[in-house]
C-alpha cells in the first residue's frame, strides 16, 4: 500500500487542522494505520492509531483529548482531526500502516507516507 498525507500548513495556536493519509492499493481495510510526528531535532513519536474497522483507537497522552483519529475504508482515507493546537504539535506530521494490531512503535509499521509540515504559531 502507498500512502499520501496532506493537509498541513500554518495554524495559530488554539486552531485546528484536519490531516489527510490516502491509501491506494488493495486491501486498505486490512491495514491499522497511525499518525507519527517527527519535530526538527527530535525523535518520530507516535500520535494516534485506529484500527482496520474503527473499534480501537489510540492517543498519545500529549494529544488525547485535542486530536480524534477517523477513517472512511470506502474513501481509503484515515483523518486526524487536531483541536486546540499549540505551539509543540508543530512537527512534520507522518502516517503509516501496518498489517498488525494497533501499536506505538515505529517498528510495528511497514509503510509510511512522505509526511506533511503542521507549524503551529504562537
Known amino acids: 500500500v502507498q500512502l499520501q498525507a496532506s493537509g498541513g500548513g500554518l495554524v495559530q495556536a488554539g486552531g485546528s487542522r484536519r490531516l489527510s493519509c490516502s491509501a491506494s492499493?488493495?486491501?486498505?481495510?486490512?491495514?491499522?494505520v497511525a499518525w507519527f510526528r517527527q519535530a526538527p531535532g527530535k525523535e518520530r513519536e507516535f500520535v494516534s492509531a485506529i484500527s482496520r474497522r474503527s473499534d480501537n483507537t489510540r492517543y498519545a497522552d500529549s494529544v488525547k483529548g485535542r486530536f480524534t483519529i477517523s477513517r472512511d475504508n470506502a474513501k481509503n482515507t484515515v483523518y486526524l482531526q487536531m483541536n486546540s493546537l499549540k505551539p509543540e504539535d508543530s512537527a512534520v506530521y507522518y502516517c503509516?500502516?501496518?498489517?498488525?494490531?494497533?501499536?506505538?512503535?515505529?517498528?510495528?509499521?511497514?509503510?509510511w507516507g512522505q509526511g506533511t509540515l503542521v507549524t503551529v504559531s504562537s
Open positions: 503509516a500502516a501496518s498489517s498488525a494490531l494497533v501499536a506505538i512503535v515505529t517498528s510495528s509499521y511497514n509503510y
Open positions: 492499493g488493495r486491501g486498505f481495510i486490512n491495514y491499522t
